[in-house]
T-cell receptor, first 112, second 112 residues
Framework: KAGVTQTPRYLIKTRGQQVTLSCSPI?????VSWYQQTPGQGLQFLFE???????NKGNFPGRFSGRQFSNSRSEMNVSTLELGDSALYLC???????????FGPGTRLTVT | QQQVKQSPQSLIVQKGGISIINCAYE??????FPWYQQFPGKGPALLIA???DVSEKKEGRFTISFNKSAKQFSLHIMDSQPGDSATYFC???????????WGAGTKLIIKP
């Protein structure tokens, strides 16, 4: 069974630009969660989607948004990038109820 | 009340020793407590998890000890090996809300 895939793996953007990251969950998984990971800040929860609906949302500004498609693939978008948005963005999928989350390798975003 | 406090932030243990990482929570509605292991360049992966109806769960060299009255749980790694060097995250969630609440992480280094 294929794992969670994230594209692209690395990205360099300029402050003020926008970026879209993609996540393909494990086949059959209906829940996709997004996290921001920075050194010293641990895993910061962005949002979670289940069956195309946002079910949970973390404390991030509105510049961070996401969506989920009918095939459970998910995208997250960050508009008006700031230097502080440089981070590893992780996507995790699960069956949809409480249990193990399977993480992708992440997208390393660098904002210059 | 949603926080999970993890300590220590970093830990150095000699090969063959016991590594102990602690987590504390406030919300008594939490009923699922997983530990995740993350190697550099990879996403976190589930290591072991426990529910509050048991006080201890062991899988190989990894043991979770759970103290419901103290609202604490800990990860013990017996006979620690250099390959165990990684960042460890504790987390908690409740059945009514599938969102995992994460600890800040512990960077574990096992010295040969």
């Amino acid at each position: 069974k294929a794992g969670v895939t994230q594209t692209p793996r690395y990205l360099i953007k300029t402050r003020g630009q926008q970026v879209t990251l993609s996540c393909s969950p494990i086949s059959g998984h209906r829940s996709v969660s997004w996290y921001q990971q920075t050194p010293g800040q641990g895993l910061q929860f962005l949002f979670e989607y289940f069956s195309e609906t946002q079910r949970n949302k973390g404390n991030f500004p509105g510049r961070f948004s996401g969506r989920q498609f009918s095939n459970s693939r998910s995208e997250m978008n960050v508009s008006t990038l700031e230097l502080g948005d440089s981070a590893l963005y992780l996507c995790a999928s699960s069956w949809g109820w409480q249990g193990e989350q399977y993480f992708g390798p992440g997208t390393r975003l660098t904002v210059t | 009340q949603q926080q999970v406090k993890q300590s220590p932030q970093s830990l150095i243990v000699q090969k063959g020793g016991i590594s102990i990482i602690n987590c504390a929570y406030e919300n008594t509605a939490f009923d699922y407590f997983p530990w995740y292991q993350q190697f550099p360049g990879k996403g976190p992966a589930l290591l072991i998890a426990i529910r509050p109806d048991v006080s201890e769960k062991k899988e190989g060299r990894f043991t979770i000890s759970f103290n419901k009255s103290a609202k604490q749980f800990s990860l013990h790694i017996m006979d620690s090996q250099p390959g165990d060097s990684a960042t460890y995250f504790c987390a908690a969630s409740m059945e009514s809300n599938y969102q995992l609440i994460w600890g800040a992480g512990t960077k574990l280094i096992i010295k040969p």
